[in-house]
């Protein structure tokens, strides 16, 4: 049975950064991609960034060049470094698992996740 658990959420001021991890168990797939979405009060859940199990990662247009999506294999942790905070990235975040590539040739080809976890709050205050 795969679980993710977010960890890493908290308060922080404009211009600050928080790093949020993911920790993944029970995964059934060698080939996947993993991702960070996120949801607002009153707003649709985004995608911020995702990562295929080869390293080929993309990112939403609002977050590029200010977060970093990686992985440790070794430890079945997904990373989601964030710099340069900005209210606007107030949200919940959550991390998904897909079973198949979602990133080819930089580009956010597949939103099929199936898993999620249960979320890590992020308040950035101006």
């Known amino acids: 049975q795969v679980r993710l658990m977010e960890s890493g959420g908290g308060a922080v001021q404009a211009g600050g950064s928080l790093r949020l991890s993911c920790a993944a168990s029970?995964?059934?797939?060698?080939?996947?991609?993993m991702a960070w979405y996120r949801q607002a009060p009153g707003k649709e859940r985004e995608g911020v960034a995702a990562?295929?199990?080869?390293?080929?990662?993309v990112y939403t247009d609002s977050v590029t060049g200010r977060f970093t999506i990686s992985e440790d294999n070794a430890k079945n942790t997904l990373y989601l470094q964030m710099n340069s905070l900005k209210p606007e990235d107030t949200a919940t975040y959550y991390c998904?698992?897909?079973?198949?590539?979602?990133?080819?040739?930089?580009?956010?080809?597949?939103?099929?996740?199936?898993?999620w976890g249960q979320g890590t709050q992020v308040t950035v205050s101006s």
């Open positions: 029970g995964l059934p797939y060698s080939t996947y991609c």
């Open positions: 990562i295929n199990s080869d390293g080929s990662a």
């Open positions: 998904g698992l897909s079973a198949v590539a979602c990133v080819e040739d930089g580009i956010w080809t597949s939103y099929e996740f199936s898993d």
